[in-house]
C-alpha cells in the first residue's frame, strides 16, 4: 500500500545523545516536512524538503539536522543541543506546489514517533 | 504563508452541524484554504480544500466568504468520532513558490452525546 512510514513508534534516549528517526514514503512525493508537536500543542514545522539534495528552516530548526539523499527518504537528527527534545514528532509529504496549478497538494502524515529523553 | 487563526475549542452534540471558522485575512490570490484533523496521537489527516468557491466531499463542506478573509468548515451530523484538533491552513498554488506548510494551533472539537 502507499504511504508514509515513520520508525519506531516509541523511542527513548539518555539525554546527550544523538537520536535519528526514521521517515520513508512511497507516494513519490517531491516534498517531505517534520514538525514537533507538544502536549496540548499545535503543529511547529523543524525543516522541510522541496527536492532531493535540498532542505530548508522551518521555525524551530534549532538543535536538528536532516538529509534528504533519495526521494522516499527524510531522516530527522534529534541533536544534543536540543534543549527539551522529548516531543511528539510527524512527518509529511506532498506534491511541490510548485509543480502544478489547481491541482490538490494535500500533505499525508505518518503515525508519528514519541520520543523521549530521560 | 498567511496566517490563520481559529478559536481554542468547541464542543458540538452528536448529531448536530459542527460550524468551525477560520480567519486568514492576509490570504493572497495564489492561496488555497485547507482543512486538516487530528485525533488524538495520530497523525493530522486531510478533510478538504478550497480556493473561493464552496466545496464539498463525504466528510465535510467548506464556506470561503467573498472576499477570501475567512472560511467555515461545516461537518453536517458531527459524530463522536468527529472528536479532533482541527487544523485550517492556507497553501500556495502553483508554480515557483516554495511552501513551508505551516499549522496553528487549531481548534479543539469536542462532541458530546
Known amino acids: 500500500d502507499g504511504g508514509i512510514t515513520q520508525s519506531p513508534k516509541y523511542l527513548f534516549r539518555k539525554e546527550g545523545q544523538n537520536v535519528t528517526l526514521s521517515c520513508e514514503q512511497n507516494?513519490?512525493?517531491?516534498?517531505m516536512y517534520w514538525y514537533r508537536q507538544d502536549p496540548g500543542q499545535g503543529l511547529r514545522l523543524i525543516y522541510y524538503?522541496?527536492?532531493?539534495?535540498?532542505?530548508q528552516k522551518g521555525d524551530i530548526a534549532e538543535g536538528y539536522s536532516v538529509s534528504r539523499e533519495k526521494k522516499e527518504s527524510f531522516p530527522l537528527t534529534v541533536t544534543s543541543a536540543q534543549k527539551n527534545p522529548t516531543a511528539f514528532y510527524l512527518c509529511?509529504?506532498?506534491?511541490?506546489?510548485?509543480?502544478?496549478?489547481?491541482?490538490?497538494?494535500?500533505?499525508?502524515f505518518g503515525q508519528g514517533t514519541r520520543l523521549t529523553v530521560v | 504563508d498567511a496566517k490563520t487563526t481559529q478559536p481554542t475549542s468547541m464542543d458540538c452534540a452528536e448529531g448536530r452541524a459542527a460550524n468551525l471558522p477560520c480567519n486568514h485575512s492576509?490570504?493572497?490570490?495564489?492561496?488555497?484554504v485547507y482543512w486538516y484533523r487530528q485525533i488524538h496521537s495520530q497523525g493530522p489527516q486531510y478533510i478538504i480544500h478550497?480556493?473561493?468557491n464552496n466545496e464539498t466531499n463525504e466528510m465535510a463542506s467548506l464556506i470561503i466568504t467573498e472576499d477570501r478573509k475567512s472560511s467555515t468548515l461545516i461537518l453536517p451530523h458531527a459524530t463522536l468520532r468527529d472528536t479532533a484538533v482541527y487544523y485550517c491552513?492556507?497553501?500556495?498554488?502553483?508554480?515557483?513558490?516554495?511552501?513551508?506548510?505551516?499549522f496553528g494551533t487549531g481548534t479543539r472539537l469536542q462532541v458530546t452525546l
Open positions: 507516494l513519490n512525493h517531491d516534498a
Open positions: 491552513i492556507v497553501r500556495p498554488r502553483g508554480t515557483g513558490t516554495a511552501s513551508k506548510l505551516t
Open positions: 524538503s522541496q527536492i532531493v539534495n535540498d532542505f
Open positions: 509529511a509529504s506532498s506534491i511541490r506546489p510548485a509543480e502544478v496549478n489547481d491541482m490538490n497538494t494535500e500533505a499525508f
Open positions: 492576509t490570504i493572497s490570490g495564489n492561496e488555497y
Open positions: 478550497g480556493l473561493k
